[in-house]
């Protein structure tokens, strides 16, 4: 009998622990999880999440999260800690139905009819975009980024509920199949806890950070707790004694103190090892303490009366109040030599500061029912979430506008001011022209030069904190694309690009018109047909032939060589002559036998410009007088050769569809770069000799190579690139050259097949 009562005892505790999971769950997966935390909705809001929360348990029904709890506990957990932030009823709705399109089939359509737009557009910008096809998974993840921030920089709340999401999941992770850690983890840390950091949200930035690194790096994250749990009980009436004397301190000084302890995470106490290559007992500041005051002269007042009791750490004072950092966060904060040398941080604030510092841009739904809470933290973000949309206008490719946000996702920060003393906050490593462009975009499109507290600088020189910065502007000038070689942040990286692909198209255009102009001249077609209601239908039936959407796409991709001038002449050509118009024989015949010479009537003139559509070979480095040919690289624009160019010819003799004509303009704009190759007899002072005639010939010399070992050689070859106006003068570099007693030859170097 007893041997049958243990499996039926064993039986009836199993069925009382599911049970009791069961009503765990059920409570969990209950309304009333939640109801407690909508004390402050009004009755129309609490009514309209609770319809939120049918809709979305009825939607999520029969689904079963990893650790066997109903899927509808994970929107509760979500809308749990939006509440927490006291965030509205459209809000709290966006976060149970937060899974609901993506999961569940349903509509935007369906959401707009039940809980109208606004709800619906904040579920929306939640949505990952799974269900398109991409390349590869970076593509799609960009994607989703770029659709979730452009939303964020529309409704803040997008990001509140997708933070509250992820630190839900990221709660719940060891339920999780172990391989989906690291990823999980890696993008935690890469993307929303700098995210959670730039909008000021410091509670769920830590928390984000150690359950990152807890699952990322588990060994290290338990050594490391360990040595602090120690630490602590080492120091733990060292603590007790600095608290009592900080508070009998503020006593004797008559100020009344709220005071804290504060423990760094063990994720900062890893990254300040790792980046200062420090053993965890060198990290000698682990331990501190938070004194909320009730002014902010109060909190200078504090400053005195710590800096009385113990010595200050020199360098380790910094004041956030009078500059508050990006992220609006505002604290003074000091470093002090405790009893047993113990270093010791303060922060000191007030009871507004403190609720910004620790709920950034969710302060506005928190306390904004508060008289201390301050204007201030109600734009904490603006600045940045703008930002977005300014990158998207000039940004069309995901990865790339997710390249731009990422630059300004970090904490570092300096702090400059305009010539009128308005401060401005920029990143770390900043130059002048991310500046300029943080003032206005015309400011950096426009620059020229710049001064630093007076005294002039290059545009590429980082500013430092107290900078007085001021940026000298011309209305002639334009974006210099060597910038992007410097700049600092997402916003000046984008427009400088935006406006490079803007010349770049306007340029093309005009190239592109150019050449389907001559290539209509060898068809027999004197002059392009106007783009009127005449001609309208020709047109469709063009571009409908070349897949363009419009005239300026179609000129754009000829000027950029993607689409060849000559076989959409020839296409309009069988149009015009379908509708009547015959080709002229004359012209045709003229313009065909004569497209090799440069008398050509449809010749493209070149004089040297500097501009995106088109470029001189840097193969046979063609110069003003040496005979050329323009080659229409496939989306490089017009290359112009040397006809004489081995590289040249062979691609005449692969795709001789793609040259075209080219001439010189009679006074070219500029110096061009052409290569010499001087042979010498080696000796003492004969590459000073050689470098001085070129010199005296009004050369410019850009670049110098000579063998690496000479020594004992009765000859060296010695190359040069050189700055000459035309093909005449570096004829006359050479003959100075050659008269020269040390020099054997010297020739113009030219590229072999």
């Not at 928390?207 to 490391?224: G, I, K, N, T």
């Amino acid at each position: 009998m007893s041997a049958l009562q243990t499996p039926i005892a064993r039986a009836l505790a199993k069925d009382k622990a599911v049970a009791s999971l069961a009503a765990v769950n059920a409570a969990a997966a209950s309304f009333a999880a939640l109801t407690a935390k909508l004390d402050y909705l009004s009755a129309e809001g609490l009514a309209q999440v609770r319809r939120a929360y049918k809709y979305s348990d009825e939607a999520h029904l029969g689904q079963i999260r990893n650790n066997g709890e109903p899927y509808i506990t994970h929107p509760i957990a979500v809308a749990s800690q939006c509440a927490e932030w006291k965030l509205d009823a459209q809000a709290l709705s966006a976060a149970l139905l937060h899974d609901a399109m993506e999961d569940c089939g349903i509509t935007k359509a369906d959401l707009i009819e039940r809980f109208g737009i606004q709800v619906a557009e904040l579920v929306d910008g939640l949505t990952k975009l799974d269900k398109l096809e991409f390349n590869t998974r970076e593509e799609n993840q960009a994607e989703s980024f770029r659709k979730m921030l452009l939303a964020m920089a529309r409704d803040v709340r997008v990001i509140l509920v997708k933070l509250a999401d992820r630190s839900h999941n990221m709660r719940t992770m060891g339920d999780m199949p172990r391989s989906k850690w690291g990823r999980i983890s890696r993008e935690t840390l890469e993307i929303y806890v700098p995210i959670a950091h730039r909008l000021g949200l410091n509670q769920t930035y830590r928390e984000l950070q150690e359950l990152a690194f807890q699952h990322l790096m588990p060994w290290r994250y338990q050594v490391l707790g360990k040595a602090v749990n120690k630490a602590r009980q080492r120091r733990r009436d060292l603590m007790k004694r600095v608290q009592h004397e900080v508070e009998t301190a503020f006593n004797k000084a008559g100020l009344s103190v709220r005071i804290s302890g504060r423990e760094k995470t063990l994720y900062s106490i890893y990254k300040k090892m790792d980046n200062k290559h420090l053993s965890f007992a060198q990290v000698t500041d682990i331990y501190g303490f938070r004194l909320i005051l009730p002014k902010v002269t109060d909190c200078y007042t504090a400053l005195g009366v710590l800096h009385q009791l113990y010595k200050p750490v020199p360098g380790r004072f910094k004041d956030h109040i009078a500059i508050a950092k990006l992220n609006g966060y505002q604290s003074l904060h000091t470093t002090l030599v405790g009893p047993s040398g113990l270093n010791v941080e303060f922060q000191m604030r007030t009871e507004p500061m403190h609720l910004v510092a620790e709920s950034g841009v969710a302060a506005h739904w928190l306390y904004k029912s508060s008289e201390a809470y301050t204007d201030n933290s109600d734009n904490l973000g603006n600045q940045w979430l703008q930002s977005l949309l300014d990158i998207q206008d000039e940004t069309r490719d995901a990865t790339e506008f997710w390249d731009h946000v990422k630059v300004d996702l970090f904490p570092d920060a300096v702090y400059v001011f305009t010539p009128k003393s308005r401060i401005m906050a920029m990143p770390r490593g900043a130059t002048v022209v991310d500046f300029a462009y943080a003032v206005h975009s015309d400011v950096g499109d426009h620059a020229t030069s710049a001064k630093i507290n007076g005294a002039p600088v290059a545009l590429r020189t980082e500013v430092s904190n107290g900078d007085v910065v001021e940026v000298i502007t011309s209305a002639d000038a334009t974006p210099n694309p060597a910038w992007l070689g410097f700049v600092r942040t997402g916003r000046a990286r984008s427009k400088i690009r935006h406006h490079l692909k803007t010349m770049a198209q306007a340029e093309s255009l005009d190239l592109g018109e150019k050449l389907l102009a001559q290539a209509l001249r060898a068809e027999g077609i004197e002059n392009m047909p106007a783009v009127d209601t005449k001609h309208q239908l020709l047109w469709d039936k063009l571009l409908r032939f070349t897949g363009s959407k419009s005239l300026d796409e179609l000129l754009v991709d000829i000027g950029l060589g993607k689409r060849v001038a000559s076989i959409v002449a020839k296409r309009m050509a069988k149009l015009l002559f379908e509708s009547g118009q015959k080709p002229d024989p004359l012209l045709m015949s003229r313009e065909r036998f004569t497209a090799h010479e440069t008398i050509s009537q449809g010749s493209v003139i070149v004089d040297g410009s500097t501009n995106a559509s088109v470029q001189y070979a840097p193969c046979c480095r063609p110069l003003p007088g040496d005979a050329i040919l323009g080659y229409l690289g496939r989306g490089e624009g017009l290359v112009v050769h040397q006809e004489s160019c081995p590289s040249a010819q062979h691609l005449k003799y692969k795709d001789s569809e793609r040259f075209i004509a080219v001439e010189w303009a009679d006074e070219p704009v500029r110096t061009f770069e052409a290569g010499l190759v001087v042979t010498v007899n080696n000796g003492k002072g004969v590459l000073a000799r050689v470098a001085s005639t070129i010199t005296s010939a009004e050369a410019d010399i850009n670049h110098v190579n000579m063998p690496d070992e000479v020594s004992g050689q009765e000859t060296a070859d010695l190359r040069f690139v050189i700055s000459v106006r035309d093909a005449a003068h570096i004829e006359s570099v050479l003959r100075k050259l050659r008269r020269l007693h040390a020099v054997i030859k010297a020739d113009r170097l030219r590229v072999t097949a």
